[in-house]
């Protein structure tokens, strides 16, 4: 991930916050220079929070962007760590019937932690940074960042899977 030394830290929207219910708008030009400068600045505000993962309608763009960079951390101390992946438009395109059960805090919900129910492995297709394709497949911990990153995107929270009803 290209890292940029003036990247700035943003506000982040908390529950509640109009953006966090919308869903993000697809990402039309991934090389444009205002999208690239986004991402520095939403990597920059999930390393200041001690998030391994962010989505950028949780700093008030709703377009469908996330961060997924897994990382042991006061927060999650034991999630394994992995080089930041910035993926733009992502579509998780298949999920596997095993489920797993871990626990899931956010940026936007202060003070809440709760064990949500995820699939185990995934197969994820996005635009990164250099405007390529990609096709990735991920599993465990990764997964549930991904899973937990896209739900942002169409204006989900992990507390709004505590309901059985979107179980
Ligand atoms: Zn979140």
């Given at each position: 991930?290209?890292?940029?030394?003036?990247?700035?830290?943003?506000?982040?929207?908390?529950?509640?916050?109009?953006?966090?219910?919308?869903?993000?708008?697809?990402?039309?030009?991934?090389l444009h220079p205002s999208i690239q400068t986004l991402i520095q600045d939403m990597h920059a505000t999930?390393?200041?929070?001690?998030?391994?993962?962010?989505?950028?309608?949780q700093v008030f763009q709703s377009l469908r962007i996330i961060m997924v960079a897994s990382r042991p951390n006061p927060r999650y101390p034991d999630a394994p760590p992995m080089e930041p992946i910035a993926m733009m438009n992502p579509e998780i395109n298949w999920y596997s019937d095993e489920m797993c059960l871990g626990e899931e805090g956010c940026l936007s919900v202060a003070n809440t932690r709760a064990s949500v129910a995820?699939?185990?492995?995934?197969?994820?297709?996005?635009?990164?940074?250099?405007?390529?394709?990609?096709?990735?497949?991920?599993?465990?911990?990764?997964?549930?960042?991904?899973?937990?990153?896209?739900?942002?995107?169409?204006?989900?929270?992990?507390?709004?899977?505590?309901d059985p009803d979107l179980m």
């Open positions: 991930m290209l890292v940029n030394t003036e990247a700035k830290i943003l506000p982040i929207a908390q529950q509640g916050e109009a953006v966090l219910a919308q869903v993000a708008q697809l990402v039309i030009d991934p999930m390393l200041a929070a001690n998030g391994v993962g962010i989505a950028a309608p995820r699939a185990e492995r995934l197969k994820v297709t996005y635009i990164n940074q250099q405007g390529e394709t990609v096709e990735s497949e991920y599993s465990g911990f990764v997964a549930r960042i991904i899973q937990h990153e896209v739900d942002h995107l169409n204006g989900v929270l992990f507390v709004d899977r505590l």
